[in-house]
């Protein structure tokens, strides 16, 4: 059979078995990331069946796939709600780095991985799952719940730090000197404060330039300036998916929730594709010699967000149902921890075994987030009578 043909039957399999992946669990309401992330262990090497001839499309289809779930991110939030969020939260942002960063770093110098595994494992301990909370929040009710807000300005913080964050990671896997690196990153950040300024002053011209009442010029001209942000951002040592986060927010009103509306099926599709794209250059061999340090990663973390939720949401007056809701809700990790580790893999930069840790850890935290945020109120609800009922549940 000739390549082009048999890279057509495994592209085809492995997206109808995705989407027996996302019906399944759909049916038990959990997200579908550990499911795309197992398939891709079991398509690549080392795996049950290997489908090498698919992997080349898989790559560049991942590469989409982190632009669209950047940019679609982006268009969820406006300049302004951006810096509210950062005024009103910025002392729970910062814990929630030190909380939350710090065990990854530490697991990774225990390992002997040096000081660019340590960055790259804090970042993937580090932020939370902004897909998956939101599909809970959405799932459970609780979008206007008292300590929705909270998480979500925490949740803005996060992403604005990774927009600092991956151009430095890109700078230490790159193995660029200090005064290159310093250099590199002076103008990383350079072009990430023009891009802000861009988006809080002159943002409606950016969303005139890619509007349009047509549905196919409007998906090219979007498309199409995603991905040139996204390159032109990479070619300035600043991550490609930073450069289409910062695209979103410049897009608003009318324009970005069409747009919103638009992209969803395509980031969908080619989000799942990133995720197998993870797995099939992840050998599960090396997953067991790690799983015991995923477990005790997974079990440390979700107890820290947990913290950092309560904490935020203590600040802003709410009581302790509303507390440990929004900790809770903070707990999975998804698609930007795999991102993080993706493009560490990617450069060749870090340990083999750093992709199985994560591999493993998103597995783990992705199962745990939604569960935890469905069990919280019971389990405070039975903690409460078991005490004499002494703080009110309220929202």
Do not use: C
Request: aromatic share 8%.
């Amino acid at each position: 059979m000739d390549s082009t043909g048999l890279a057509l039957i495994e592209l085809g399999a492995i997206l109808f078995a995705l989407g027996m992946m996302g019906r399944f669990a759909g049916r038990f309401g959990m997200s579908p990331i550990p499911l795309y992330l197992l398939g891709g262990l079991a398509f690549g090497d080392g795996g049950i069946v290997q489908m090498r001839a698919a992997t080349e499309f898989g790559h560049l289809a991942g590469e989409i796939g982190v632009v669209l779930l950047l940019l679609l991110l982006g268009l969820e939030y406006t300049p302004a709600e951006l810096m509210t969020g950062l005024r009103r939260d910025w002392l729970a942002g910062f814990l929630d780095i030190a909380a939350n960063a710090i065990p990854g770093v530490l697991v990774a110098l225990f390992l002997g991985w040096g000081p660019v595994g340590a960055v790259t494992m804090g970042g993937v301990t580090y932020i939370s799952s902004s897909g998956i909370v939101a599909k809970v929040l959405n799932d459970l009710g609780r979008l206007g719940n008292r300590e929705t807000p909270v998480i979500l300005s925490i949740l803005v913080f996060e992403d604005l730090a990774m927009a600092v964050y991956l151009p430095i990671l890109t700078m230490m896997l790159a193995g660029l000197s200090f005064f290159s690196g310093l250099k590199s990153l002076a103008i990383a950040l350079v072009a990430i404060t023009v891009v802000l300024v861009v988006a809080l002053r002159y943002g409606r011209y950016v969303s005139k330039i890619v509007d349009s009442n047509d549905n196919e010029v409007f998906l090219l001209k979007l498309l199409g300036a995603a991905l040139l942000v996204a390159g032109a951002a990479s070619a300035l040592n600043v991550s490609a998916a930073v450069g289409a986060f910062l695209l979103g927010i410049a897009i608003s009103g009318s324009t970005a929730q069409e747009a919103a509306k638009l992209l969803e099926p395509l980031r969908d599709l080619f989000a799942a594709i990133f995720f197998v794209a993870f797995g099939l250059n992840t050998d599960p061999r090396a997953i067991p010699p790690v799983l015991g340090w995923a477990i005790a990663l997974a079990l440390v973390t979700a107890l820290t967000k947990i913290g950092t939720g309560w904490w935020a949401a203590r600040r802003q007056g709410i009581r302790r149902m509303g507390r440990a809701r929004a900790g809770a809700a903070l707990v999975a990790r998804g698609e930007f921890s795999i991102v993080i580790a993706g493009l560490a893999v990617s450069m060749g930069g870090v340990n083999h075994r750093l992709a199985a840790l994560a591999s493993a850890y998103v597995l783990l935290m992705a199962v745990l987030g939604p569960i935890a945020a469905r069990v919280v109120e019971p389990t405070v609800r039975l903690l409460q009578r078991d005490r004499g009922g002494l703080d009110p549940v309220g929202k």
